[in-house]
């Protein structure tokens, strides 16, 4: 499956921002999906995850309470809605796919930078 990221920008502390991530080139629905962040001279870091079917979603404590996750499997996209976003969520965002089954990361997307100025 590839991925593609998208919706990064600058946004202003205490601001929202939502990125995207459309996939194609297999069955969407098979795959659980991942939203993953890499800030400079950081380690890259789990956000949120997102079931195949959305019925179940997890939020890294960092985050949790501020961003959602979201998927339309008819459109393959996965949606990251981020709101009372702070300069420490400043990073590179990357989607990731998981099969189902599989405990591995093996699909990514390339990242989209999301800047919070304080």
């Known amino acids: 499956v590839q991925l593609q990221a998208s919706g990064g920008g600058l946004v202003q502390a205490g601001g929202s921002l939502r990125v995207s991530c459309v996939a194609s080139?297999?069955?969407?629905?098979?795959?659980?999906m991942g939203w993953f962040r890499q800030a400079p001279g950081k380690e890259r870091e789990s956000v949120a995850e997102?079931?195949?079917?959305?019925?179940?979603?997890s939020y890294s404590e960092s985050v949790k309470g501020r961003f959602s996750v979201s998927r339309d499997n008819a459109e393959n996209i996965v949606y990251l809605q981020m709101n009372s976003l702070k300069p420490e969520d400043t990073a590179v965002y990357y989607c990731?796919?998981?099969?189902?089954?599989?405990?591995?990361?093996?699909?990514w997307g390339r990242g989209t930078q999301v800047t919070v100025s304080s």
């Open positions: 990731a796919a998981r099969l189902i089954g599989d405990s591995r990361w093996n699909y």
């Open positions: 080139g297999r069955t969407f629905s098979n795959y659980n």
């Open positions: 997102i079931s195949r079917r959305g019925g179940s979603t």
